[in-house]
Nanobody
Framework: VQLVESGGGLVQAGGSLRLSCAAS????????MGWYRQAPGKQRELVAR???????NYADSVKGRFAISRDNAKNTVYLQMNSLQPEDTAVYYC?????????WGRGTQVTVSS
């Protein structure tokens, strides 16, 4: 099983990034997929989740700015991040969840400068 995140980097406040998570080794279409983030000294928190049926939910702090999507044909989940702010700085992790089974990626760093 592999979840490989990409697309992180350094961006100025107000900018945008698109994260990707390429999945392999499991039946991607069955799994709910999520993006979590962890800032230094803070707990990991849910950013956005998309079910296997395409329903989405978001943390209040990112509603209206971030959008999660998935492409089951490519076994990939995306996180479009707009209007980025310094408080969005964190390591972003991809997660796959199905009936108590959790898989995690290694994370990608997002840094937003003011």
């Amino acid at each position: 099983v592999q979840l490989v995140e990409s697309g992180g980097g350094l961006v100025q406040a107000g900018g945008s990034l698109r994260l990707s998570c390429a999945a392999s080794g499991f039946r991607f279409s069955n799994y709910a997929m999520g993006w979590y983030r962890q800032a230094p000294g803070k707990q990991r928190e849910l950013v956005a989740r998309i079910t296997n049926g395409g329903s989405t939910n978001y943390a209040d702090s990112v509603k209206g700015r971030f959008a999660i999507s998935r492409d089951n044909a490519k076994n990939t989940v995306y996180l479009q991040m707009n209007s980025l702010q310094p408080e969005d700085t964190a390591v972003y992790y991809c997660n796959a969840f199905y009936w108590g089974t959790n898989y995690w990626g290694r994370g990608t760093q997002v840094t937003v400068s003011s």
